[in-house]
Nanobody
Framework: QVQLVESGGGLVQPGGSLRLSCVVS????????MGWCRQAPGKSRELVASITRVGAINYADSVKGRFSISRDIAKDTVYLQMNSLKPEDTADYYC?????????WGQGTQVTVSS
């Protein structure tokens, strides 16, 4: 089993920044990749960014150049730095980890971009 706990969401004005954190625990040696997805009201969940065990990174086109995913292996934490936020970035953000044929999800953290 793998457990994920997100933090860092909140309300921010357009153009502002937020950093989301995801602390992973449990059988972390089974994890092949981690990342962030988001789900806006009335929309399906979409991939935002991912990072593999070997450090390969992928971003959704909508966030390229504005968001950055990183990890601190010593702290078992994955981050999502979000800059130049737009109202359309408003969503619930979920951390995930995949490995051993399974996908684990955090509880989600809400991000609202509004003036």
């Amino acid at each position: 089993q793998v457990q994920l706990v997100e933090s860092g969401g909140g309300l921010v004005q357009p153009g502002g920044s937020l950093r989301l954190s995801c602390v992973v625990s449990g059988n972390i040696f089974t994890i092949n990749a981690m990342g962030w997805c988001r789900q806006a009201p009335g929309k399906s969940r979409e991939l935002v960014a991912s990072i593999t065990r070997v450090g390969a990174i992928n971003y959704a086109d909508s966030v390229k150049g504005r968001f950055s995913i990183s990890r601190d292996i010593a702290k078992d934490t994955v981050y999502l730095q979000m800059n130049s936020l737009k109202p359309e970035d408003t969503a619930d953000y979920y951390c995930y980890a995949e490995g051993g044929g399974l996908v684990y999800w955090g509880q989600g953290t809400q991000v609202t971009v509004s003036s």
